[in-house]
């Protein structure tokens, strides 16, 4: 089974649209979206409106909630540049489905006799706005893989994608779990400005016990950045959110 997982567009359409057409030619088996659609730039209700169209499964990120707080423009206040007239740009309908989202998903595969454990989360299973960076303690994570029931913990918010591989296992018994961050579709931050995403492969070899039966490959997919930056630019978000797409920082 290959499985593509996505997270933080970021109202990023030109970035989004290209991921799409990829998915497309690589015909995933599902597809999951680890939240973050809005925030950053001005396509929020295009970029939702894509994800329910294409019917992807999708979970809350912290910037989904942020319009919660924040009621959509009504064009007559909007006249000084601030961040937070990305969550303004978004619709009442659209400010509606992203409250509803779940904040995380568990999928679960019986394999060879055995259980596998998949676990998807924005931030981390204890809090959206945690950071599950790559460089944490291997002893936190053991913690949070067993006390979460997680064989594959899959998480985004960071915007710098990793694949981590960890073994809990004690007296010569071996048991790993992968870590892994999709890095980022439309905000990437790892100095790469191309949007990623991951393919997940889940085949019948696949277990806890082999360090390597998860196969997975990040997807660099390149789009139109200038266009994306050019939008905010003329925006009444900051322009340094322009310059952070163009560095990928």
């Not at 931050?189 to 191309?194: H, I, L, S």
Request: net charge negative.
């Amino acid at each position: 089974m290959k499985i593509a997982l996505l997270s933080d567009i970021h109202a990023n359409l030109p970035a989004f649209e290209a991921v799409l057409e990829d998915l497309e030619k690589q015909q995933p088996d599902a597809v999951y979206c680890l939240g973050d659609l809005v925030g950053y730039n001005v396509w929020p209700n295009q970029v939702i409106g894509l994800i329910r169209k294409h019917g992807i499964a999708t979970i809350a990120g912290n910037h989904d909630l942020k319009v919660s707080k924040i009621l959509p423009s009504k064009g007559d206040c909007d006249t000084e540049e601030n961040s937070e007239y990305a969550y303004k740009l978004v619709g009442s309908k659209e400010r509606d489905y992203l409250l509803t989202l779940p904040r995380h998903l568990r999928l679960e595969f019986q394999l060879n006799d055995q259980q596998l454990h998949m676990l998807l989360v924005h931030g981390s299973p204890r809090s959206i706005n945690e950071y599950l960076l790559q460089e944490l303690s291997e002893d936190y994570m053991v913690d949070l893989v067993k006390e979460f029931k997680a064989d594959i913990l899959c998480s985004g918010h960071s915007h710098k994608p990793y694949h981590r591989i960890i073994n809990s296992g004690q007296g010569g018994s071996d048991q790993f779990h992968h870590l892994i961050n999709t890095g980022s579709v439309g905000k990437p931050k790892d100095g790469d400005a191309r949007a990623c995403y991951v393919l997940l492969t889940i085949d019948q070899s696949a277990g806890t016990m082999l360090k390597n039966s998860v196969q997975l490959e990040f997807v660099r997919i390149k789009y139109d950045v200038e266009k994306a930056a050019q939008a905010v630019e003329l925006s009444l978000l900051p322009n340094a959110f322009a310059d952070s797409l163009r560095k990928a920082y």
